[in-house]
């Protein structure tokens, strides 16, 4: 069945680092790619998504582009705030009915 | 507010009884899920409805575990005899209904069986 895998958390970075959060998934036929950001205290919220290979989705300076050949979806900010401090999951849509697949979630942690 | 509420935000009952989660979904929006947000298992689907097929229950994890949605509107998880392994947040979301759209979370609600 469809799965998605996501890099361990926590992860802990300084205020203005690079960030990357790793995710792979397997998947048959051509499955949606989305990015969820769940902030202390609040709900799920859509970061970005993309449906077809080479995509990139971006939002509030988050980017992500879907490698199909890779079967890859890792999310990248060039410059991270103390604000993004959160859980972050991938997750992908795919041919088993309407569900999303969740990774487990990667917790980050900014330091100012 | 136009986005999905749920009701109530937090719950906490006894092992044994019987809960009620209800979910007020998107004005329009045809498809709603369930899912299970505790801290062993991450993010897990429990049950999808898209207009008037059949819903999907494939993610339920027992028989105690229904859900229904009444007019395609608002849907409402039971949980009946509840275990302490039921204690997790529930999640509801919704979405227009397309092959692969968005779908929107409301805040959950937060289950603790005593």
């Known amino acids: 069945g469809n799965s998605v895998t996501q890099m361990e958390g926590p992860v802990t970075l300084s205020e203005e680092a690079f960030l990357t959060i790793n995710c792979t998934y397997t998947?048959?036929?051509?499955?949606?790619l989305f990015w969820y950001v769940q902030y202390p205290g609040e709900g799920l919220q859509l970061l970005l998504k993309a449906t077809k290979a080479d995509d990139k989705g971006s939002n509030k300076g988050f980017e992500a582009t879907y490698r199909k050949e890779t079967t890859s979806f890792h999310l990248e900010k060039g410059s991270v705030q103390v604000s993004d401090s959160a859980v972050y999951f991938c997750?992908?849509?795919?041919?088993?009915?309407?569900?999303?697949?969740f990774g487990q979630g990667t917790e980050l942690s900014v330091k100012p | 507010g136009a986005g999905v509420s749920q009701s109530p935000s937090n719950k906490v009952t006894e092992k044994g009884k019987d809960v009620e989660l209800r979910c007020d979904p998107i004005s329009g929006h045809t498809a709603l899920y369930w899912y299970r947000q505790s801290l062993g298992q991450g993010l897990e689907f429990l049950i999808y409805f898209q207009g008037n097929s059949a819903p999907d229950k494939s993610g339920l994890p027992s028989d105690r575990f229904s859900a229904e949605r009444t007019g395609g509107s608002v849907s409402t998880l039971t949980i009946q005899r509840t275990q302490q392994e039921d204690s997790a947040v529930y999640l509801c979301?919704?979405?227009?209904?397309?092959?692969?759209?968005?779908?929107?979370f409301g805040p959950g609600t937060r289950l603790t069986v005593l």
């Open positions: 997750a992908l849509w795919g041919n088993q009915g309407g569900k999303l697949i």
């Open positions: 998947a048959t036929g051509y499955p949606s």
């Open positions: 979301a919704t979405s227009s209904g397309g092959a692969g759209d968005t779908q929107y």
